[in-house]
Each structure stands twice: as C-alpha cells, then as structure tokens.
C-alpha cells in the first residue's frame, strides 16, 4: 500500500487507530462466561488459546463464541477504516485469554508483538472502563503523551487496535473482567 502524493508539509500514515463495536448478545455471552471464569483459582487467570489443554478456549469452542468475540468485531473494524488496505485474506487467532482484575490490580503500558490487531471485551465492569490508549505504537515515548481514556465506552463492547499500540489499564477500583486476543490477518496481493 502507498500514501498518495501530497504537497502539504505534513503526510498522515494509517496509524494507531481505535474501534469499539457493542456485542448485541453482550448479556447472553455474559450469563455463560462470567460464572465459569469466576470459578476459577486467580491463578489460571490466563488462557492461551493455542494450549491443547486449554479450557478456556475449550469452553468458547463448546458455546460457539469466537465469532462474536473475535472475528465479527475484527472483520467491522478492518471494513470501517477510513484508508485502503488490501482485502483481507484470512483472520487467524493467536492467543486468547481473560483477565480477572480485583480491586487495586492494574496492567502497565504494553504492547502485543507478533499480531496484526489486538482486542479487548469488557466482559464485565463495574465502574468506568478504566484502560487508556496511547497515541503511537511505537517505543517512542514522546508519543505515548497523548492518551485517549475509554471510560465512555461500556460494558458488552470489544475494542479492537493495532497490536503495536501501547495501552495499559489503571487500577481497578471493583472487580473487572475482560477477554482479551491477538489476531493475524494474511491479505490478498
């Protein structure tokens, strides 16, 4: 892909980006997933979706969620983005897991590498969505000035953004759980 020409001083390149899509069946997934993540010991708080033995990839097979979770919010965002990228050839999962955070716990600033999009489903929180969104996907930090804060978006929404985009959670002030994944996405030449 290549930016068209420009005589202005200043090229925008596609970059971070943000999309947030409201699952309508958010209560539905809800009913079905909160009570099996709240079963489990705190420590299996995470679950790659590629361990054969994986239960909770196992438990999103069983009950047919991956599409809703994963590939339908990834599929709207690639077709809602206001620039052209190739035709998406295929979406592949590479990790799946949820996150169990009691009061106090936070994730600092990350990224997740070897992905094409990242996304978050804010299975359930019970305050303002509390993760903050950092103006570039890239380890210079004078970039990561620029936050964007997403206590607006609530609860039932996934939000999906280049996996090289630096994000973090604050401390959670309730319980909050959220599912979250890395996709690849191969495209068509």
Same mark, same amino acid.
């Given at each position: 892909? @290549? ?5 202005? +001083?200043?090229?925008?390149?596609? *970059?971070?980006? !943000?999309?947030k899509?409201? =699952?309508? $069946? ?14 489990r010991?705190?420590? @299996? ?5 590629? +361990?054969?033995?994986?239960?909770? *990839?196992?438990? !999103?097979?069983?009950?047919? =969620?991956? $599409? ?28 799946i ?41 890239t ?51």
């Amino acid at each position: 892909m @290549s930016i068209e020409s420009s005589t202005s +001083d200043l090229v925008l390149f596609p *970059g971070p980006f !943000l999309y947030k899509k409201k =699952l309508q $069946s958010h209560d539905e997934i809800k009913e079905k997933l909160l009570p099996w993540i709240t079963q489990r010991p705190v420590e @299996s708080c995470y679950d790659n979706f590629n +361990d054969k033995s994986g239960e909770f *990839g196992d438990y !999103l097979e069983l009950h047919d =969620l991956f $599409s809703e979770i994963v590939f339908d919010p990834v599929a709207s965002c690639i077709e809602s983005l206001p620039f052209n990228i190739p035709d998406v050839d295929d979406i592949n999962l590479q990790h799946i897991w949820y996150n169990n955070y009691k009061v106090g716990e936070s994730h600092g600033p990350h990224v997740h590498a070897d992905a094409t999009f990242s996304g978050v489903y804010l299975l359930h929180v019970g305050e303002e969505n509390n993760t903050i969104f950092f103006g570039a996907g890239t380890s210079n930090t004078a970039y990561q000035n620029f936050s964007y804060d997403t206590k607006h978006i609530s609860e039932g929404s996934v939000l999906v953004f280049p996996s090289d985009m630096y994000h973090c959670t604050e401390p959670a002030q309730d319980n909050r759980i959220t599912i979250s994944f890395n996709v690849t996405c191969t495209f068509f030449e």
